[in-house]
């Protein structure tokens, strides 16, 4: 499924299995989860991609072919695609450890194309290899919805009251986590949607309500996943002094004016940016301890644009999920 221009839907298009280049994998994909970035970028709200583009960046596979110079991975092998697609290796950035903020950095299905397809390719450096006995539909979700929930959590310091704004994907894994660490969750959706808040309330939310509305208690800290700017000075509200709001998204709206009151007491606001490698070790090597159950509603390849707006709505309950070979 094509992107040929930002804000046009998505067009299927027959093409052949590609080769691997030096260093590559190839895989034939099982799942893709839809991630909001896919939105943002069929939508055009993010710039600089390449087009045209094969969007998908939570992908789960088989390898069908290795190229010169992979070591450590052979055929048959499951392995996950995720966000960040290569690095350079050699900057500030990337030496210290921080290679997400590598400004030569490449993204899967923005500036190589991804898993909205039978066959993808990806750097075999940048992989992660994953379990053969779970089911490809409810890993997917887990290379970008789990692995910036993982770092968003991780930002977000220790927190005993955790905020989470905008219930989705990302929210109801991430919240097992924080539930299995005794932290209180504190679910926050849009108006009106009982649905989203009954869904928090049975993965362990002590409370659910709308963005609007204030919590029981002050909060130690506030994830953000929600793309919407009006969404930080209402976290802001929210959180204790010391406290710190994270926005875990790639893309918000514009941030409003709020009074310096809101932010003093030493309050904090911070972004998430993309991922590192280590951050997939971390959080895979975690869930061997701390099962998550993930929730999926599943489409076929061609009904990716479907999937798209059921995002865009907000009318899903957990992650979408295309199966390409279903």
């Known amino acids: 499924m094509v992107l040929d221009a930002a804000g046009t839907p998505l067009v299927e298009r027959e093409r052949a299995v590609p080769a691997p280049a030096d260093g590559e994998l190839v895989i034939r994909v099982e799942a893709c989860a839809v991630c909001r970035t896919d939105l943002h970028i069929v939508d055009g709200e993010l710039p600089d991609g390449v087009l045209p583009i094969v969007p998908g960046h939570e992908v789960v596979g088989r390898v069908v072919a290795v190229g010169a110079a992979v070591e450590g991975r052979h055929a048959g092998l499951r392995v996950g695609i995720p966000w960040l697609a290569r690095t350079c290796g050699a900057c500030p950035a990337c030496r210290a450890g921080r290679e997400n903020l590598c400004a030569s950095a490449r993204f899967t299905g923005f500036h190589v194309d991804g898993g909205f397809a039978e066959y993808a390719k990806a750097d075999a450096r940048f992989v992660y290899e994953l379990p053969v006995d779970l089911d490809a539909v409810r890993l997917a979700p887990l290379l970008c919805a789990g692995l910036i929930g993982y770092r968003s959590l991780k930002m977000a310091g220790p927190a005993q009251a955790l905020g989470i ?142 999937a798209l707006d059921r995002l865009r709505r907000g009318t899903l309950t957990g992650a979408a999920v295309l199966e390409p070979h279903a």
């Open 165 to 306: 704004y905008g219930f989705g994907a990302a929210a109801h894994i991430i919240a097992q986590v924080a539930r299995a660490r005794d932290v209180e969750v504190y679910a926050f959706t849009r108006p009106g949607d009982l649905a989203a808040q009954g869904f928090a309330r049975a993965l362990g939310a002590s409370w659910a309500g709308e963005a609007a509305e204030r919590p029981p208690v002050p909060l130690d800290a506030a994830i953000i996943f929600a793309p919407v700017g009006e969404l930080v000075p209402r976290a802001l509200a929210a959180v204790r002094p010391g406290g710190r709001v994270v926005c875990g998204g790639i893309h918000m709206s514009d941030i409003p004016s709020f009074p310096y009151a809101l932010l003093w007491g030493e309050r904090e606001v911070r972004s998430v940016a993309n991922l590192t490698r280590a951050d997939g070790e971390e959080f895979f090597t975690l869930l061997r301890e701390v099962p998550v159950s993930v929730t999926t509603e599943t489409f076929r390849l061609a009904d990716a644009n479907e």
